[in-house]
Nanobody, 114 residues
Framework: QVQLVESGGGLVQPGGSLRLACAAS????????MGWYRQAPGKSREWVAT???????NYADSVKGRFTISRDNPKNTVYLQMNSVKSEDTAVYYC????????WGRGTQVTVSS
């Protein structure tokens, strides 16, 4: 059974930092491209960042220079370091494993507010 479990969400002030984690089980983690997506209230889900199985990374323009995606294959975990957060980063953040099949986590809420 494949499971992706996100953690690390919460309330953070504008300009602050937060680190999200997504722990995967039931898949050969190192063979998957891992990504983070987010969905704000009333909006469609949007792509945030991706890390390939060769550690190549890509970011949406809205988070470039502020967010960092990384992966730890021995721990089957992908991370999203969020720095200099803004109110528009408020959303539910989802982890995705992309391979022969795609898998999604259930999401973790991030709220940026003073």
């Amino acid at each position: 059974q494949v499971q992706l479990v996100e953690s690390g969400g919460g309330l953070v002030q504008p300009g602050g930092s937060l680190r999200l984690a997504c722990a995967a089980s039931g898949i050969r983690f190192s063979g998957y491209v891992m990504g983070w997506y987010r969905q704000a209230p009333g909006k469609s889900r949007e792509w945030v960042a991706t890390v390939t199985n060769t550690d190549s990374t890509n970011y949406a323009d809205s988070v470039k220079g502020r967010f960092t995606i990384s992966r730890d294959n021995p721990k089957n975990t992908v991370y999203l370091q969020m720095n200099s957060v803004k109110s528009e980063d408020t959303a539910v953040y989802y982890c995705q494993a992309r391979g022969v099949r795609d898998f999604w986590g259930r999401g973790t809420q991030v709220t940026v507010s003073s």
